[in-house]
Structure formats: structure tokens, C-alpha cells
């Protein structure tokens, strides 16, 4: 008795040390659950101790049995067996009523050996064996006052794991129960002595099963490895992260330094607008609208804050439906004269197309001329780089 408890002790120590060596997703209440059913034959191992069993093979009965187990990590877990055994040929069930001979109810640790020794390679191995040991109660139905009374069992299971995911076990399953219950002393000198364990206070089964695995929260029906990181792998991701952060500020950076810029020419623009105006700052008599469009030193794109200039020719020409415009586009003195004139020429046609593309006004209502670098505008080169609104129509 000692030596089963210090078997199962040693082995339930070996089981926890092993789990701890493999690092699994998260085991729920609800995770790895199984439930199965098994028959076979069981027998006594050899003639008891008066000879009222009938010898090995005359003494084979039928066994029906069910499991309810849990594996609480990868290499131990707990079921819970019940099993029945029909009437044999033994002497004693002789004048039994029933045709179950005794029915035990088990719980059993279960130890996963492959995983035990050999680690767990993140799901079930086609193959592996798996060791049973527990306790349970007996109940003997026969021609003797009937008796309860614990027992213990231990056995193997040879376990096929099936199935894409290895949701289920066909098994194997040789084993010993024995009976720790004093039944010789109900009917028999007390010259026999109970739980001896040995063979004539015991019996042999071996029977085949299947256990289906419940899903898991997981995703999976089993135990699945956890996705580690090393530290070195971690230090890179922080310094990736370290490094995205610093860009998203150099970025937060220019977009501060930008709106300056706009807001700077903004003032510039409108403390040129409260001067007084001079017949000679205009090279031509025509009808000028009032909103410029102000565009960077080279750059014939539209900054955002000029869409507003554009918006109020757009209203004004909408509001006046038979109204023309054209857009003169002008750059500053700086750089050669022919790229001048093309840079002009395309800030009147960009002009040109926010009008049409963004305020849906018509494409023959407009046109456009790029005049080059002036410096007759402004004293200032900033407020050169424009396009300007001539009213044309006639």
C-alpha cells in the first residue's frame, strides 16, 4: 500500500516538473475535457484461494465501461472510470440474480509517459502510452451478502491519436484491480487475510475504447505551445517601436515648422493688401480680382491654405453665371527666364484646374496665361510667385 502511494506521489512530482518545462496556452476550467466508452473481457489471473474461480480462461467475463477525464497539463490528468463486469463461469456468482457480476467506479491519475520523457512537441504524437493508477468502490452483486468496498487499479493505455486534429483516442487497455475490501472474512475463516495483493486478490481486463476531446478555448482540441519571444527578439521590437516614434515626432516636427511658414506668409499677404495700391504696381488696366494665389519658391503645387483665394473666384463666378476669368500666373525674379515662364505657366493651369475639378466651374469660362518673373507686384520676391484673377468678361 505504501509503495503505490510513493509511486503515485513520485509520479505526480515528475508530471508537474515536466509541465513546467513546456510553456502551453492557458488551461480553463473548460479546456480539455474528454468523454469515451470501452468493452472487453476480464478475468481472474489465476484460481483464488480455494479454487472457486474456474482458472483463467473459464473465468472470463464481459466488461462494459465509460470515462470522464480533464488533462490538467500535458503529461498528468484525472478521469473518472466506471466500469461493469457480466456474470463468468466463477463458482461464486453461481447464484447470482443478476447478470452484472459487480460494478467499480475509479478515479484515476492518468500520466502521459511520451510527454513525461520525452516533452511535449506542441500536439498529440500518433502514439503514445499512457499510465493509470487511482482508487475507487467496488460493489459485488452474488450469493454472498453483498459487499462494498474500495479497490485500486492500475494499467496502460496504447492510445492511437486520430484525425486531423487529433480529436480522437482509440485505445488498448491491460489492467489489475484490487479488491482492499475483507470479503473473504464475510464467508470465510479469518485465516485468509485481505488486501494482500497478490493475484488471488485481484482481476485482469484488457479492453479496447475510444475518448473524444472536447474543443478548447485555444482553438484547438489540445494543449497548444505558447508563442515565446527572447529577449533579444523583444529589445529589437521595443527599438523598432523606439525608432517609429522618433520619426512620427521628426514628422509632427515639419508639419509644425510648415504651418509656420503658411501663417508667416499669410501676415506677409495681408499686410500687402492693407498698402496703398499705385496705378503702376499693375502692368494692365483690366478688371483684377482681388484673391492671389501664393505659391513656395519653385513649387507650382497648391498649398492648402490657398484653396481659399480659389473658393472666392469660384463663388464669384458662380454667382455671376456669365461671367470670365483669366488666371495670369507670374514667378519671381530668381532663376533662369525660361523656367520662369514655365513655372507661370503652370501655376495658371493648376489654378485653372481646382477651379474646374474641385468647384465644378466650367473649363471654357477660364483660360490661362503664364507671363514669367516680375518683380512689379511686390517689393517683396514672396508675394512674385502668384497667380492672379483678371475678370474678362466683356
Known amino acids: 500500500m505504501k509503495k ?13 516538473a515536466s509541465a513546467q518545462n513546456t510553456v502551453i496556452t492557458s488551461n480553463k476550467g473548460g479546456d480539455n475535457w474528454y468523454i469515451g466508452a470501452n468493452a472487453g473481457v476480464s478475468t481472474l ?8 474461480s474456474n482458472g483463467f480462461f473459464k473465468s472470463l467475463a464481459p466488461t462494459f465501461g465509460v470515462r470522464v477525464g480533464k488533462n490538467l ?8 472510470d466506471a466500469d461493469m463486469h457480466f456474470k463468468s463461469n466463477n463458482k461464486w456468482n453461481a447464484g447470482s440474480k443478476t447478470f452484472i457480476e459487480d460494478v467499480n467506479v475509479n478515479l484515476l491519475g492518468t500520466f502521459n509517459l511520451n510527454n513525461l ?6 500536439e498529440p504524437r500518433s502514439f503514445e502510452v499512457i499510465a493509470l493508477a487511482g482508487f475507487g468502490w467496488e460493489h459485488y452483486f452474488n450469493h454472498l451478502p453483498k459487499v462494498n468496498g474500495l479497490n485500486s487499479k492500475i494499467g496502460f493505455d496504447f492510445t492511437f491519436n486520430l484525425g486531423e486534429a487529433k480529436a480522437w483516442q482509440l485505445y488498448i487497455e491491460p489492467s489489475l484491480t484490487y479488491g482492499l475490501v475483507d470479503w473473504v472474512g464475510a464467508i470465510a475463516p479469518a485465516a485468509y487475510a485481505p488486501m494482500q495483493y497478490n493475484l488471488s486478490d485481484s482481476y485482469f481486463t484488457i479492453k479496447a475504447g475510444f475518448n473524444y476531446k472536447f474543443g478548447n478555448s485555444n482553438g484547438t482540441h489540445n494543449f497548444a505551445k505558447a508563442q515565446l519571444r527572447d529577449q533579444a527578439e523583444i529589445d529589437a521590437l521595443n527599438g523598432k517601436i523606439n525608432e517609429l516614434r522618433a520619426d512620427n515626432n521628426a514628422k509632427d516636427s515639419k508639419i509644425a515648422a510648415d504651418a509656420q511658414t503658411i501663417a508667416d506668409l499669410q501676415k506677409k499677404l495681408a499686410d500687402c493688401e492693407a498698402r496703398p495700391t499705385t496705378a503702376a504696381v ?5 478688371n483684377v480680382l482681388q484673391p492671389h494665389v501664393i505659391f513656395r519658391q519653385g513649387k507650382s503645387n497648391i498649398e492648402p491654405a490657398q484653396y481659399a483665394s480659389i473658393e472666392m473666384v469660384a463663388n464669384y463666378m458662380k454667382n455671376h453665371k456669365d461671367a470670365k476669368v483669366k488666371v495670369q500666373g507670374y514667378a519671381s525674379p530668381e532663376g533662369k527666364a525660361e523656367f520662369n515662364k514655365k513655372l507661370s505657366e503652370k501655376r495658371a493651369e493648376v489654378v485653372k484646374n481646382a477651379l474646374v475639378k474641385k468647384y465644378k466651374i466650367a473649363a471654357d469660362r477660364i483660360t490661362t496665361e503664364g507671363l514669367g518673373a516680375t518683380d512689379k507686384l511686390s517689393s517683396e520676391n514672396d508675394f512674385n510667385r502668384v497667380a492672379m484673377f ?3 468678361t466683356k
Open 390 to 392: 483678371i475678370d474678362t
Open 282 to 286: 499693375v502692368e494692365k488696366t483690366e
Open 45 to 52: 489471473p489465476k484460481e483464488s484461494f480455494d479454487g472457486a
Open 117 to 122: 520523457f520525452a516533452g511535449y512537441p506542441g
Open 4 to 16: 503505490l502511494f510513493l509511486m503515485l506521489a513520485v509520479a505526480a512530482f515528475a508530471a508537474n
Open 73 to 80: 497539463n500535458t503529461v498528468f490528468g484525472l478521469a473518472l
